[in-house]
């Protein structure tokens, strides 16, 4: 599926971005936030914190974050929030990540 | 509290009732209890009362329930009361050590029936004196008075409101079946006579105030909730800020703090009423309702010529030590009748350390003694 | 008697303040939370945390003036969540939150009071207090984490332990059937219940934010996980392994009868909010049936003694 052009109304809207902060040292690498992440932003990264466990790091696609704040809701240890970046325009490139997602398309989605 | 709701002038009510119009008296604004005979009628005269001086009076499922509620009320802001016998003030103990370690005032009137276990409901007995000091696990200063009337049940509630605002901790008033449903003449004065403190609440800035300072001899004012100090209230160990820290070294100066500001404020605390002592040979140690026979069997004894003393504890804990190893070292014998198989009486023998005799007269509960039986038993001594 | 203490140092208020400044602050909830309590004790993949953050997030969302709020919890893993938050926090004796917050929300109506505690807390020695300030309707807002077991001790069979569940004290499976949260405090006549799980954090900041606006006795179960007490023994895996398995088993039924919210061991369970109704709170029926009367008692004595 694909669309043919941009919603009518898409100016009106924006997606906003966030940042996600982690502090690091109060992990204790539960994994839910990069379990959980709708937009698959997280994961687990290689290095230890000073407890001894890997905290979460950004992947590639980090820009994907919408700061929805779920991450922050979930995490046992106030270690993860995220911040509004800025509101972005709605593009045609937005619509097709969006229709690629809901094809399923993207192995981040389907895993799940 | 308005100047209507306290009822001055003279009155002929029992011992209980006389309970629940010190508390008024004192301002106390709720009252949590369960019904317990020989205590239900100071609950009843509270569910009256309360209302009409703008308290709240609840009636809990049991008496761990009531003993936690008035804890957060004192927290709430309100002075705050309790009434039981027996087996309640069991169920309570382990509230009572909350009320210990977090430094919350609040007074609990036991009107002392025979035990153990449900025991004499409807009759007297004075058994739970040593569960009062020791009853709660742990370490923790102790104050308790024991009213021999019932205008003494009225003074003293409003003093033991008074030692528990000032030390900040539960204050019981251990009255017996004996005097909770004696009726007499109660007088209750005008406001300007009365001595009533109001709670002491924390005015310093907040970086500065510590809720659980442990440095003086006395507990810093209290920070009630709403008052946006932030206090986090225990019962694991505390440091001075509240915050639970489990070490030997926070333990030791907790619980000192709180066994400490009892023992050594204990001479201030300890009110003793005496007869004779000044000459006498033979001392009768009472509280209570036998305080009363004994001042009877002393009266007599004095009128025939003999030198009795009577020392009247008006607070049993802390006991007051000093007066009686003083009088150990010149009297013969201390006679101690009590309505339990001993618990004073060890007190008093511990205190005397052997330079006096110790005599117990006990009764398991039921009954008092007799004028007659005490002066026999001095005559013996003499 | 001589006594003979070993010598001890004075409390250090500079020594505490300055360990406190360390890592405080760079959470925006941090706000809401004791200088210098986080880490807190609870462990990887506990739910707790979760069930706490939501909680703080329903505060902000109310704009109650922290001030006015007060937490009291019981003894526990959850007991110890009062010392994490900054408000006027009330950690008390095992079971005995409920009565404790009674009397404080009575004493001081003003303040929005919050009982946090766990289920073998509110449930097993504290479940006679629970059924009573439901039925005299006191204003509290009750959440109880459900973990399915005595966690603080090492995973012992609590009353929501389902039957079957292996714990510590039950090696060989339970023989009892555990409580249905909702559907008991519903019975015992709590005006809003509903339950969800960590894996629900989003409905989970809803419905406390509505029981936060209610007036009234209010009670929200928190499903939680617990890898170690309850994960482990019964094969649910780790935290995360747990949320999973709340997410595929937990069935969405705003409104459900809550009679269907029994858990069964490794079965579909439903979550939802059961129930939200009004009916005059504790304080309201004690103004008009006792108050009131007693003051136009008062007046007709006044006027009689005026004549």
């Known amino acids: 599926m694909k669309f043919w052009r941009l919603p009518l109304d898409a100016e009106a809207h924006s997606i906003p971005q966030g940042m996600v902060h982690i502090i690091e040292s109060r992990c204790k690498g539960c994994g839910f936030c990069i379990e959980f992440c709708p937009n698959g932003c997280l994961k687990q990264s290689k290095r230890f914190n000073v407890k001894g466990y890997h905290p979460p790091e950004l992947i590639f696609q980090a820009e994907d974050c919408v700061e929805c704040g779920l991450c922050s809701l979930i995490c046992p240890e106030f270690a993860i929030f995220t911040e509004l970046k800025e509101a972005k325009k709605i593009t045609e490139n937005d619509i097709e990540k969006v229709t690629t997602r809901y094809s399923r398309k993207d192995k981040r989605y389907t895993k799940r | ?382 | 008697m001589k006594v003979r203490l070993r010598d001890i140092s004075q409390f250090d208020k500079e020594a505490a303040e300055t360990a406190i400044q360390k890592d405080h602050g760079l959470h925006p909830d941090d706000r809401f939370l004791k200088p210098g309590r986080i880490p807190h004790i609870w462990c990887p993949g506990c739910g707790l945390g979760v069930v706490l953050t939501t909680f703080i997030e329903a505060v902000r969302r109310n704009q109650i003036p922290i001030d006015k709020c007060v937490v009291v919890s019981g003894i526990g893993c959850t007991g110890r969540v009062a010392g994490y938050l900054d408000m006027d926090t009330y950690h008390t004796t095992h079971g005995r939150a409920i009565p404790f917050a009674t009397g404080l929300a009575l004493a001081n109506p003003e303040m929005s009071v919050t009982v946090f505690s766990g289920d073998g807390d509110l449930f097993a020695i504290g479940g006679n207090h629970l059924i009573h300030a439901a039925r005299r309707n006191v204003n509290l807002k009750v959440i109880c984490v459900n973990n399915f077991n005595f966690g603080m001790t090492g995973g012992q069979v609590a009353p929501t332990t389902p039957l079957e569940a292996r714990t510590s004290t039950t090696p060989t499976g339970n023989a009892e059937p555990g409580f249905n949260l909702p559907y008991l405090a519903h019975a015992a006549g709590a005006i809003y219940v509903a339950r969800w799980t960590t894996f629900h954090p989003r409905q989970l900041v809803h419905s406390i934010s509505q029981a936060l606006n209610k007036k009234g006795f209010t009670f929200v179960e928190a499903i939680a996980p617990c890898p170690t007490g309850y994960g482990r023994p019964n094969k649910l895996g780790s935290g995360l392994e747990e949320m999973r398995f709340y997410r595929d088993m937990s069935e969405i039924r705003n409104g459900a009868d809550p009679k269907l919210a029994e858990i069964k061991l490794r079965q579909r369970f439903i979550v939802g909010t059961f129930l939200d109704s009004e009916r005059p709170d504790f304080l309201e029926n004690y103004d008009k049936n006792v108050v009131s009367r007693v003051k136009s008692k008062q007046k007709v004595k006044e006027k009689g003694k005026a004549a």
């Open chain 2, 1 to 382: 509290m308005a100047d209507r709701d306290l009822l001055v002038g003279e009155h002929f009510i029992h011992g209980d009732a006389a309970c629940a119009e010190g508390a008024i008296a004192s301002g106390c604004l709720f009252f949590a209890g369960y019904p317990i005979t020989p205590a239900t009628e100071v609950a009843e005269r509270m569910a009256r009362r309360l209302p009409e001086v703008g308290g709240v009076y609840i009636q809990m499922e049991d008496e761990i329930a009531s003993m936690a509620a008035i804890l957060g009320a004192s927290w709430g802001g309100a002075k705050s009361m309790t009434a039981t016998s027996g087996p309640g003030f069991s169920l309570m103990m382990e509230n009572i050590g909350l009320g210990m370690m977090t430094e919350t005032p609040c007074v609990v009137v036991n009107i002392q029936r025979g035990g153990p276990s449900t025991g004499l409901p409807t009759l007297v007995g004075q058994a739970d004196v040593m569960q009062a000091r020791w009853g709660s696990h742990g370490d923790y200063g102790c104050i308790a008075l024991a009213p021999a009337s019932p205008q003494e049940c009225f003074d003293l509630t409003i003093k033991a409101f008074n030692l528990s605002e000032t030390y900040r901790q539960p204050v019981f008033v251990l009255a017996d079946e004996v005097v909770g449903h004696m009726t007499e003449k109660v007088i209750i004065p005008k406001r300007e006579k009365l001595h009533i403190l109001a709670r002491s609440l924390a005015k310093a800035p907040k970086q500065d105030y510590l809720p659980f300072d442990s440095s003086g001899l006395l507990p810093p004012p209290m920070a009630i909730a709403g008052q946006g100090y932030h206090v986090h209230v225990t019962g694991l160990t505390h440091d001075e800020r509240g915050y639970p820290v489990i070490t030997a070294e926070v333990q030791e100066r907790n619980v000192r703090h709180i066994v400490d500001k009892v023992r050594k404020n204990a001479q201030r605390i300890i009110e003793v009423d005496t007869v004779g002592l000044e000459d006498a040979e033979v001392v009768v140690v009472a509280y209570g309702c036998t305080s009363r026979v004994a001042r009877q069997a002393v009266e007599n004894l004095r009128q025939k010529g003999f030198k009795v003393g009577l020392v009247k504890l008006i607070t049993i804990w802390p006991f007051p030590s000093n007066l009686i190893r003083d009088l150990s070292k010149r009297v013969k014998a201390f006679i101690v009748p009590e309505i339990n198989y001993g618990q004073i009486a060890y007190e008093v023998e511990r205190t005397a350390q052997g330079d006096a005799e110790v005599l117990l007269m006990a009764l398991m509960g039921g009954s008092i003694h007799t004028p007659s039986e005490i002066e026999e038993a001095v005559g013996e001594y003499l």
